[in-house]
T-cell receptor, first 111, second 110 residues
Framework: RKEVEQDPGPFNVPEGATVAFNCTYSNSASQSFFWYRQDCRKEPKLLMSVYSSGNEDGRFTAQLNRASQYISLLIRDSKLSDSATYLCVVKLSGGYNKLIFGAGTRLAVHP | DGGITQSPKYLFRKEGQNVTLSCEQNLNHDAMYWYRQDPGQGLRLIYYSQIVNDFQKGDIAEGYSVSREKKESFPLTVTSAQKNPTAFYLC?????????FGPGTRLTVL
């Protein structure tokens, strides 16, 4: 079983749609959680951190459920420019703060 | 501008050759990392360094080597012992919780 699992997609949605991505993690020592965005053939970039209380950044909302070991990302009013792969990332506690990356969920927003 | 640079962007290697990928950062970060990314898989950690003159193996270090003689530089050598080196290689440095990535090097073995 992968340590961080994501639905690979692709999610094909029209502009203006609301889309949600889910991610599950298996290691209970997971300490911090993030969503990264990766454009085609580019490097990943931090989209947002995920806090237990949930957090919002404009059209993006991230939520964490520690009991179920589940993270979500909601994108409202999708734009063409949101088309990318979204990586769920978990940081383990201790040591060198190892990051575990999910394989990503691909989003394609069409006109 | 502060950031991470990687070179070359594309690299072709013949079987049996060693190649070295460059990674330089001017962010004054202590910690640096090398990952490889294969289609359909998450990034996997090859090596990391938390401070100059120190580095540790990650999850898939076999067939790779690194050095960290300067804070700014963390080159990765892909040796002939690496059985399947064709991949996208990403270098990163860390500030607090966030890792910043370079633009990557695409390595293809011919």
């Amino acid at each position: 079983r992968k340590e961080v699992e994501q639905d690979p997609g692709p999610f094909n949605v029209p502009e203006g749609a609301t889309v949600a991505f889910n991610c599950t993690y298996s290691n209970s020592a997971s300490q911090s959680f993030f969503w990264y965005r990766q454009d085609c053939r580019k490097e990943p970039k931090l989209l947002m951190s995920v806090y237990s209380s949930g957090n919002e950044d404009g059209r993006f909302t991230a939520q964490l459920n520690r009991a179920s070991q589940y993270i979500s990302l909601l994108i409202r009013d999708s734009k063409l420019s949101d088309s990318a792969t979204y990586l769920c990332v978990v940081k383990l506690s201790g040591g060198y703060n190892k990051l575990i990356f999910g394989a990503g969920t691909r989003l394609a927003v069409h006109p | 501008d502060g950031g991470i640079t990687q070179s070359p962007k594309y690299l072709f290697r013949k079987e049996g050759q060693n190649v070295t990928l460059s990674c330089e950062q001017n962010l004054n970060h202590d910690a640096m990392y090398w990952y490889r990314q294969d289609p359909g898989q998450g990034l996997r950690l090859i090596y990391y360094s938390q401070i100059v003159n120190d580095f540790q193996k990650g999850d898939i270090a076999e067939g790779y080597s690194v050095s960290r003689e300067k804070k700014e530089s963390f080159p990765l050598t892909v040796t002939s012992a690496q059985k399947n080196p064709t991949a996208f290689y990403l270098c990163a440095s860390k500030s607090y919780d966030e890792q910043f990535f370079g633009p990557g090097t695409r390595l293809t073995v011919l």
